[in-house]
């Protein structure tokens, strides 16, 4: 398998994150998403890749989120 290039994957993980973050599941489509990308092929380095940066964006925009709620209160 060869592996892509880090302009395939940052498209990825923008196209995952956004399927995740409009999932009333975002983990059960983040995994179906990673799913497909093996199915079509891709380095398994390259899908670990995707998962960490979507899995980290995702904690990220979740603690943004907490943290914009509670300067609310």
């Not at 196209?15 to 998403?33: D, H, K, Q, V, Y």
């Amino acid at each position: 398998m060869q592996r892509r290039s880090e302009f395939a994957a940052w498209g990825c993980v923008v196209t995952g994150l956004e399927i995740c973050r409009s999932s009333a599941t975002p983990l059960a489509s983040l995994g179906e998403f990673l799913g497909q990308l093996h199915r079509r092929g891709w380095h398994p380095a390259d899908v670990r890749l995707v998962q960490q940066s979507i899995l980290e964006l995702l904690q990220w925009t979740t603690n943004c989120q907490s943290v914009d709620q509670a300067a609310r209160q």
